[in-house]
């Protein structure tokens, strides 16, 4: 019976380490999308010299774009979310998407997402990171002006998704708190990173936001299995849930969602699905 068990939380644990890892598996477009999205690929250049690529799908027939999705990661999940929209007759009730990625068959560039998604943290198991301020300026000063020029979307509604190291840089770019982005879709974010530090410093003496935020709306989500070892498990590292409080406590407009039996992986396409629902309402 000992036996049986330790097999058991033996293969537990292989299971919750696998889905820890991405998959480097990319979904195909499927041929309908494309009724409704022309879909572009541009190249768009750091001041740092640092090359990303850029995937655009763009409405069919429409020259305005009242809300805009605005992703990462976008060489696994780019497609993922274009092929949700497979089932929908008309492009005139899909949004602009443009999402951020590498120029690589990957889906995802372990090396470089970890280096542009994270803030600046001490400690060696954080040497690999720390670019976000870069990234971040990358987005603000090199994405932005370039969507703008292409497609006009200074009046558009712009939604921000990201997951894992995606969800954290969210954050983030959440407390910069520039007014580039409207609404925030933070998906099981990597709050373990550096401690949370990046948010804790963003706290005063009572736990509060020590800014106002001009997020007009923000859906923080986690899956409920979401566990791993020496991460999500260290002292002192604020969760998902407190996360939640804090916006609670703020004022802003807010959501929290918890993926019942999903890990951190599975989460993915149930947030691009909740993220059609809410563009297409």
Request: glycine share 8%; hydrophobic share 40%.
């Amino acid at each position: 019976m000992v036996r049986i068990v330790k097999l058991f939380l033996g293969a537990l644990i292989m299971i919750a380490a696998a889905s820890a890892k991405p998959t480097q598996y990319i979904e195909p477009i499927d041929e309908s999308v494309y009724r409704l999205f022309d879909v572009k690929y541009s190249i768009v250049e750091s001041a740092g010299g640092e090359i990303y690529k850029i995937f655009q799908a763009v409405p069919k027939n429409r020259n305005v774009y009242p809300k805009a999705i605005f992703m990462l990661d976008a060489n696994a999940q780019f497609s993922v979310l274009l092929n949700l929209f497979k089932n929908f007759t008309s492009s005139g009730s899909v949004p602009l998407i443009i999402g951020v990625g590498y120029d690589t068959p990957l889906a995802y560039d372990t090396a470089r997402r970890t280096k542009d998604l994270t803030p600046l943290a001490q400690g060696d198991e954080y040497e690999q990171g720390g670019n976000a301020d870069k990234f971040y300026k990358f987005i603000k000063e090199r994405l932005m002006p370039f969507a703008d020029k292409e497609y006009d979307i200074k009046n558009s509604e712009k939604i921000f998704y990201g997951h894992s190291f995606g969800g954290l840089f969210l954050v983030y770019s959440l407390l910069q708190n520039d007014g580039i982005f409207d609404e925030f879709f933070i998906a099981s974010p990597s709050l373990w990173w550096g401690d949370s530090k990046v948010i804790k410093d963003a706290l005063d003496n009572d736990g509060k936001l020590k800014i106002r935020l001009k997020a007009s709306f923000i859906r923080l989500s986690v899956g409920e299995s979401e566990k791993r070892a020496g991460k999500t498990d260290k002292e002192n590292i604020l969760k998902a849930a407190d996360l939640a409080e804090i916006l609670k406590k703020s004022g802003v407009k807010y959501e929290f969602k918890i993926y019942e039996w999903q890990g951190h992986g599975d989460v993915i396409p149930l947030v691009l699905k909740d993220i059609v629902k809410h563009v297409s309402k």
